[in-house]
């Protein structure tokens, strides 16, 4: 897996912070290239996207607990 970036690790903790899952523009206000990075941890497999009314709720999955605890 490749290195992460600062704002990976952070948006990583935020999500951690926030219960395990954050809905962008709800649940907090994430810049444009927050959103990219999210997209991109989503396809690494540290994220689970699932649909919802109020926009895409990200979820950390299991691979991304490390990555939490240990940055």
Not at 15 to 31: L, R
Request: glycine fraction near 10%.
């Amino acid at each position: 897996m490749r290195k992460l970036t600062d704002q990976e690790r952070q948006l990583l903790r935020l999500i951690a912070d926030a219960g395990g899952s954050i809905c962008p523009g709800v649940d907090t206000n994430i810049p444009k290239e927050g959103h990219k990075s999210l997209r991109r941890m989503e396809r690494a497999g540290l994220l689970t996207v699932e649909d919802t009314d109020d926009g895409p709720r990200f979820k950390l999955t299991i691979l991304a607990l490390p990555e939490v605890d240990h940055g």
